[in-house]
């Protein structure tokens, strides 16, 4: 389907998880700009817990050294750095929420046409924009001691034709997880071979870099528990705990138990984004690899289980969220 | 003398000039992670002022669409971007000033060692300082209306071998190029095939992008008038107006006429930043190719006819900067 340039690098140290902070997770969806601090902190501390072995006795120290960050450009205390904390390997992909979509949807930077002033400016806001999130998110994380990189993807030269990755450049990813880094992605304003230009979502980057660096399991972290059966502020609304994915692509909901067994995903199935459909789409294509997806709600007590990785084996019954496995 | 593993893209449209933004120039360099904001946006007019054919008649509009530059995420003027404004094409390259210089040297990312935690910490704490500066550099010159793309070297895959640059992915520079964007660039960390990381200088992306983009000439802004034979806050000091290369790689002065007409490389030739001695090595290096190089103080009428390119036939007598230019 897709026509890919793209190198298939292989990592020294396996891929254990690719984690996906939605955009609504950690931003506030309805004012320009501003992040969820509360929550991405969350989301930070989270993810120091699971990845950084023995972290829970001892705080790790921070790399942030900004002076926005209480940083006096004097000196560093070189004795906390002493101990190496083993991180295992994860890459993070985050959103854009309230930032990127303003300056994209105003300029249909989507729709492309480079050509025209318009688009031209609106590529640059969009990409002002979703950089100073990314910023944001990996201040967020090196605060809590994550080795954490900032990679755009349109700086790595990843690029479309006609809305299909065309061109991504693995090997700054591959290098940067293998010198013990965590890379952070994010949706991008890309040049597009096609229409000119066009916006990569954080979805798409996150299938193909499994596809091609093949993680343990995928966490996607929202700001709803996971995948209903209608719009989950429907009274009736059931959230699906298990859905299975079949060798032709097909899927089921294999828990809880529905009527027909089928979500009308015409209309029925999507989180407040409206992106719940793509969403599953894609997590099935992730699923179909052998690799389990699970989407569940950020900075709470599901969310680290997701992200430790104990679910692979079994989902427990008390356990909010959606899994999505290849049922074979 | 490098291994080079860089493709050599050939631009739709020539490249006209590479400006590099001097660290001391644009930022307040013994104030960690102050911008000179005056001067970044005096530097952001003058190459806005060169850069849009007939800009000075009427106001370019901004693209920068972020809260932080006044936007009410309600809705952009799309009237105020029907006009194309034709922008010849420019690479910026910036230095690091007060930022990256105090996170770099505390934990010695220069001398490489990844495997050591302070080391590890440093080189995420670098990267968040540059490129919190590269987006404030990008934002500067958006808001003046020139669609400006930042691009960081080590997320376009820059690495180096022992110092030298071993790999210099240049497709994403010379596709924003080409698409009619302003690649705006930054001295970086980056990972090193021998030591495991180091400090790739702007001065040394600059010698690169010269070598493999042909640009018509090059312009170094910095924060004193050029280079001079001893440290331009002796009271004899003089400021070496043109300096010429021969095929050999060796150079000399030319104006004003010296004693020994020889400038004690050593110790005597070089601006507070301590980086003349460089400066002139890799000025001399691009000189070679052909390509004039321009030493000029920032933000004054000199930089601005270095800017437009009016040097290139003759030097006045009454500009005052130092030009770097092939003997033959």
């Known amino acids: 389907m897709e026509q890919q340039r793209s190198e298939h690098p292989s990592l020294v140290k396996p891929l254990r998880c690719i984690v996906k902070l939605g955009g609504a997770a950690i931003t506030c969806k309805n004012d320009l700009e501003k992040i969820n601090e509360a929550h991405l902190e969350m989301v930070a501390t989270q993810l120091t817990q699971v990845m950084i072995s023995g972290s829970s006795s001892s705080k790790v120290?921070?790399?942030?050294?900004?002076?926005?960050?209480?940083?006096?450009?004097?000196?560093?205390?070189?004795?906390?750095?002493?101990?190496?904390?083993?991180?295992?390997?994860?890459?993070?992909?985050?959103?854009?929420?309230?930032?990127?979509?303003f300056q994209a949807s105003q300029s249909g930077v989507h729709k492309g046409g480079l050509e025209r002033p318009i688009v031209k400016a609106g590529f640059v806001a969009t990409r002002i924009s979703?950089?100073?999130?990314?910023?944001?998110?990996?201040?967020?994380?090196?605060?809590?001691?994550?080795?954490?990189?900032?990679?755009?993807?349109?700086?790595?030269?990843?690029?479309?034709?006609?809305k299909n990755i065309a061109s991504a450049n693995l090997s700054t990813v591959a290098k940067a997880l293998d010198s013990g880094f965590i890379p952070v992605l994010h949706g991008d304003a890309v040049l597009d071979e096609l229409q000119g230009c066009t916006i990569l979502s954080g979805d798409v980057i996150i299938r193909h870099l499994a596809e091609h660096l093949e993680p343990d399991y995928v966490v996607?972290?929202?700001?709803?528990?996971?995948?209903?059966?209608?719009?989950?502020?429907?009274?009736?609304?059931?959230?699906?705990?298990?859905i299975a994915v079949r060798e032709d692509g097909s899927w089921s909901v294999v828990?809880?138990?529905l009527e027909d067994n089928h979500v009308k995903m015409t209309a029925a199935a999507h989180d407040t984004t409206?992106?719940?459909?793509?969403?599953?789409?894609?997590?099935?294509i992730i699923a179909k690899l052998g690799i389990d997806v699970y989407i569940v709600q950020?900075?709470?007590?599901?969310?680290?289980?997701a992200l430790s990785g104990d679910l692979k084996g079994n989902i427990p019954d008390d356990w909010l969220g959606t899994a999505i496995r290849f049922a074979g």
Chains 1, 2 share one sequence.
């Open 130 to 162: 979703v950089s100073t999130l990314n910023l944001e998110v990996v201040r967020a994380l090196a605060r809590e001691g994550l080795p954490s990189l900032g990679l755009s993807p349109f700086s790595c030269g990843w690029s479309t034709r006609g």
């Open 255 to 257: 828990k809880p138990p």
């Open 220 to 242: 996607f972290l929202t700001d709803v528990s996971g995948v209903y059966d209608r719009p989950p502020t429907e009274p009736d609304a059931v959230l699906l705990k298990e």
């Open 61 to 101: 120290p921070g790399m942030d050294w900004s002076k926005r960050n209480g940083m006096s450009g004097i000196s560093i205390n070189v004795e906390n750095y002493q101990e190496l904390s083993e991180s295992s390997s994860f890459i993070v992909v985050h959103g854009a929420g309230s930032f990127g979509h």
């Open 298 to 305: 950020a900075a709470t007590t599901h969310s680290i289980r």
């Open 274 to 284: 409206g992106g719940m459909e793509t969403k599953i789409s894609e997590a099935a």
